[in-house]
């Protein structure tokens, strides 16, 4: 299974951003597809996951702000990121696990600036 995340750039403050991670590959059911981050310094953070079954998990600090969908068909997974802060500037890495593995995309950089 391969994942290729897309999507990150440079915004301002209070602006939005959507990362979109499509994997390829054959992936059991049910799974789990989320977005991680990390900040310099910092340890790799869960941010939001959505299983396939469509429940979804948010991180306290991106509740309300951020929203992860995925599309089974597509075997896609978004995260629209709204109201952004300063504080979420990181790597985002999107992932996919099922009960025997666990994959990982290359990360892509959003930066926020203040």
């Known amino acids: 299974v391969q994942l290729q995340a897309s999507g990150g750039g440079l915004v301002q403050a209070g602006g939005s951003l959507r990362l979109y991670c499509a994997a390829s590959?054959?992936?059991?059911?049910?799974?789990?597809m989320g977005w991680y981050r990390q900040a310099p310094g910092k340890q790799r953070e869960l941010v939001a996951s959505?299983?396939?079954?469509?429940?979804?998990n948010y991180a306290d600090p991106v509740k309300v702000r951020f929203t992860v969908s995925r599309d089974n068909a597509k075997n896609t997974v978004y995260l629209q990121m709204d109201n952004l802060k300063p504080e979420d500037t990181a790597v985002y890495y999107c992932?996919?696990?099922?009960?025997?593995?666990?994959?990982w995309g290359q990360g892509t950089q959003v930066t926020v600036s203040s």
């Open positions: 590959g054959i992936i059991r059911r049910p799974n789990v």
């Open positions: 959505v299983t396939s079954g469509g429940s979804a």
């Open positions: 992932m996919v696990k099922d009960f025997r593995s666990e994959f």
